[in-house]
C-alpha cells in the first residue's frame, strides 16, 4: 500500500513540476525543482520498501513514508498557490524540514536490527550448540583416535560407540586422544547421530 502512495506522490509530484516550464523555464522556478526533488525521493523509496516488517521497524518506516507523501503534498501547495512564505520564512523550508525527519527516520529503521528472526534463530542454536547444565556426563573408553584428521570413538561404558571430534575435546592448542584413555563427555543429539561433547580426562577411580 505504502509502495502504491509513494508512486503515486512521486509521479503525481514529477508531473507538477513541469506545469511552470510551459510559460517559463524549469531553472527559474525554484519550487518546481523542490517539488521534483521530493518526488524523486517518494520514487526511491517506493523501490526500497521492503515486503515484510514487524515492530519497531515497521512504525519507523511508516511514519518515514507519511511524512515523505506529505512534503510532496506540501511542496505542490507552495508551488501551485503559489506560496512563498509562511510566518515570515522561506515556505520550502516547511517542505524540508519534513523531508529531512522522513529521511532521518528511514535511516534509523535500517539500522535497527531485526529482532523478530534473529533473536528466535540465535537463542535457539545456542540451545542446541551447548549441553544441557542437568544433563547426566558419561564416561568411556577411547576406542580409536586419528590424529591426524582429529576424529575418533569411544566406547560408552552405558552403551554403544560415539563419535567424538577433536572441537569436542576441552582445552586448547592440538588436542587429541589416546587410545584406551579413560574420558568424561556429555552426549549430544547432533545432524549426523549422537556425539561426545566437552570431553576430559576421567577422574581415576578410588579403589
Known amino acids: ?5 509513494h508512486l503515486v506522490a ?3 509530484a514529477l508531473l507538477l513540476s513541469a506545469v511552470p516550464s510551459l510559460s517559463t523555464s524549469l531553472l527559474n522556478t525554484p519550487d518546481a525543482i523542490y517539488l521534483a526533488l521530493v518526488g524523486l525521493l ?3 523509496l517506493a523501490a526500497q520498501q521492503p515486503t515484510s516488517l514487524n515492530g519497531i521497524r515497521q512504525q519507523l518506516q511508516g511514519l518515514a513514508s507519511a511524512l515523505l507523501i506529505l512534503a510532496a503534498v506540501v511542496q505542490g ?4 498557490a503559489p506560496l512563498p512564505n509562511i510566518g515570515g520564512q522561506p515556505a520550502v523550508w516547511l517542505t524540508l524540514l519534513i523531508a529531512v525527519i522522513a529521511i532521518a527516520l528511514q535511516l534509523s529503521s535500517q539500522l535497527l536490527p531485526q529482532a523478530g528472526h534473529y533473536d528466535v534463530r540465535s537463542s535457539s542454536s545456542t540451545q542446541a550448540s551447548q549441553p544441557s547444565s542437568q544433563e547426566d556426563r558419561e564416561t568411556g573408553t577411547v576406542k580409536w583416535f586419528n590424529t591426524s584428521k582429529g576424529f575418533g570413538f569411544i566406547s560408552r561404558d552405558s552403551g554403544e560407540d560415539i563419535f567424538v571430534h577433536f572441537r ?3 582445552g586448547e592448542g592440538h588436542r587429541v586422544l589416546i587410545e584406551g584413555q579413560r574420558v568424561e563427555f556429555s552426549v549430544m543429539q547432533r545432524d549426523k547421530g549422537l556425539q561426545a561433547e566437552d570431553v576430559i580426562a576421567a577422574a581415576p577411580s578410588r579403589r
Open 1 to 5: 500500500m505504502l509502495k502504491i502512495a
Open 77 to 80: 501547495l507552495i508551488l501551485l
Open 42 to 44: 517518494n520514487l526511491l
Open 168 to 170: 569436542a575435546i576441552r
Open 10 to 12: 512521486g509521479f503525481a
